[in-house]
């Protein structure tokens, strides 16, 4: 039985923009490698995983983030 192939950590880059200063800003998630976590951009979209996290603004201190985008970080070949 192999088990390290399965070992990676999946990291995410998400872009959410300040639905009031409208900065944007680049923030990285690592979601947990367990059997039904989110393995590509849809999945993380469709998943609960993301409306646990908490949004504040650096400039402004607006609380509400508004997300426009999602890519996955490729590992290091
Ligand atoms: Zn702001």
Redesign the pocket.
């Known amino acids: 039985m192999q088990m390290e192939m399965s070992r990676e950590v999946r990291i995410f880059d998400l872009h959410i923009r ?1 639905e ?2 409208l ?1 944007e800003y680049l923030r990285a998630v690592e979601v947990p490698n367990v059997d039904d976590a989110p393995s590509d951009e849809d999945e993380l979209m469709e998943s609960g995983f993301l409306g646990s996290l908490r949004f504040s ?1 650096r ?2 201190e ?1 609380t509400i983030g508004r997300l426009f985008g999602v890519s996955r970080r490729r590992p290091e070949a």
């Open positions: 300040c009031n200063c900065r603004c400039r402004c607006g």
